[in-house]
């Protein structure tokens, strides 16, 4: 079995216990987007800015890695083409789910994002890709796409992890050295205790992560820093979401 799937079958038990992110908004919060809000999350706290959008209507948008029925039905109440890419049968089920609910259309397609992605080139006007690229190894051959997929003008909003979280277990002392890859560095005994309870993360670098966009082509525009709920997070900021432009 390839690690993605494993990670998959993660994100279907989570879905299964109900874990924040896999939740989908209610009817209330899709009605707020009708009424023209666009509060999404790239990062676990704060809502993208809103200057991030330029008008979204009618706006082909990808989001990659985005299942859950969170952020997907945001960017169809306020008239975009949503496309939601994701390997977890349950979070695209919950993308189903809201689209039947609220009567809209919604393509969804399950993919490996680690992989090629099922699109032609200049497909979309805007990716958006919450924090998930923490679940594949190699995180470089995703910005490439991402580059590919994008019209030109076209921009990337993509949120990660501090790759430093991950030097530390849940009484913040320091366990790991980085980059943390347990597919590399663990042995089976050890890689089996963190896929029971996390699945297979990596914690990739900023120069993998925000040196890798650049160098898929893309130009830096804005980003922002953000904290979880974690112990962690009363310490240091341990999300970062970046908006870059093809
Ligand atoms: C933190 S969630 C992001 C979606 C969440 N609903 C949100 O809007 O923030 C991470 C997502 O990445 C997806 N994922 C993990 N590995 C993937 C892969 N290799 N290819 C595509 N999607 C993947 C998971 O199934 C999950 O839906």
């Known amino acids: 079995m390839k690690y993605t799937d ?33 509060k999404v999350y790239l990062t676990p706290q704060i809502p993208v800015p809103e200057e991030w959008f330029s008008n979204i209507r009618n ?9 859950g029925g969170q952020q997907g039905p945001i960017f169809a109440a306020n008239g975009a083409d949503v496309t939601i890419l994701d390997y977890s049968d349950a979070q695209l089920n919950a993308e189903r789910i809201v689209a039947e609910r609220e ?10 994002m680690s992989e090629r992605l099922p699109f032609d080139d200049e497909t979309f006007d ?18 490439k796409e991402c580059y590919r997929v994008l019209k030109k003008g076209g921009h990337l909003l993509a949120g990660f992890t ?69 112990d962690l997070s009363n310490y240091m900021s341990t999300f970062i979401a970046t908006r870059a432009e093809k």
Request: hydrophobic content about 35%; glycine content about 6%.
């Open 6 to 38: 494993i990670n998959a079958k993660k994100w279907d038990e989570w879905s299964k216990e109900k874990w924040i992110w896999t939740v989908p908004i209610t009817q209330d919060q899709y009605q707020e987007a009708l009424n023209g809000s666009i």
């Open 59 to 67: 706006k082909k948008i990808l989001g990659l890695a985005s299942g």
């Open 103 to 112: 009567g809209y259309q919604i393509n969804l397609v399950k993919a490996d």
């Open 126 to 143: 805007m990716i958006f890709h919450p924090v998930s690229n923490t679940y594949i190894q190699d995180i470089m051959p995703l910005w």
């Open 162 to 230: 501090n790759p430093d979280i991950y030097l530390f277990d849940e009484e913040l002392k320091v366990v790991n050295r980085l980059p943390y890859d347990p597919l590399a560095n663990f042995n089976e005994e050890e890689r089996q205790e963190v896929i029971k309870n996390e699945g297979l993360q990596f914690s990739h670098s900023f120069e993998t992560q925000i040196g890798g966009q650049l160098k898929a082509g893309f130009k830096l525009v804005d980003l922002y820093e953000d904290k979880g709920t974690d």
